[in-house]
């Protein structure tokens, strides 16, 4: 078992390895504790993500493609992107508390988690991640719905995102702009998963990181009418009624739980 466990450890150690010796010297962090290092690691990856992924988006649709996904007084201001930007820089190194937790307990066994997708074969491994994201999307919505609901958490966690209310004051950067507590809350049905069912340890830190390009996308405003995902067109509702749209990746869950509000039908209505 802890020949297997070793498993786990190397992978973190390569990671590790690869992101900080770009960015540090090894003297600086080489001698760090290992968990410390997955947490320098996850933190520096998580930053360059959310700047990378929301200032090209930015720069294309508000810039390159100006007027033409949205009209000019739904493009925020550079001060809205700044104030986004501060916000999520601020939670950042909570937000990186999470994966490097969950990697300490799949180092340790205390998970589900399998090394290598060999280990059970591609038709169980499809069938495990297939598993996994209606987990992870069953528990983001519901997480997300009672902060909603229950007014001390939206009161004092959730609010902080939802001063972002209107068409010109979303932004790719929003994405992560939230209270840590309730960024780490929202991303827990992640960790929760590793313990209901095997999961790829990569596949797992991958869909982690994944999260901050998707949150980048539904929040800027721009309606891609993919169904059934859970678009920008989608997400814009969830910030202007604040109770519609609580989904994650899809709508499902709001059409289970009858709290689905499609845009299409929103402008046919307006019209």
Known sequence: MDDYLNLFVEETSFYNRIVLSTFLPESWWGQLPHWFQGWLRNYIGGVLLYFLSAFLWCFYIYYLKRNVYLPKDAIPSNRAMLLQIGVAMKAMPWYCALPSLSEYMIENGWTKCFS????????????????????????????????????????????????????????????????????????????????????????????????????????????????????????????????????????????????????????????
């Open 116 to 271: 290598r997708i060999s280990d059970v074969g591609w038709m169980p491994y499809l069938i495990y991640v297939a598993a996994y994201l209606v987990i992870v999307e069953f528990g983001i919505y519901w997480m997300h719905r009672e902060l909603h609901d229950i007014k001390p958490l939206y009161k004092y966690l959730h609010a902080t995102h939802h001063i972002y209310n209107k068409q010109n004051t979303l932004s790719p950067f929003a994405g992560l702009a939230f209270h840590p507590l309730d960024g780490i809350l929202q991303a827990v049905p992640h960790v929760v998963a590793l313990f209901m069912l095997p999961v790829h340890f990569t596949t797992h830190i991958a869909l982690l990181f994944i999260e901050a390009i998707w949150t980048a996308n539904i929040h800027d405003c721009i309606h891609a009418k993919v169904w059934p995902v859970m678009g920008a067109g989608y997400h814009t509702i969830h910030h202007t009624t604040y109770r519609h749209n609580y989904g994650h990746y899809t709508i499902w869950m709001d059409w289970m739980f009858g709290t689905l509000r499609d845009p299409v039908e929103d402008e046919v209505k307006k019209m």
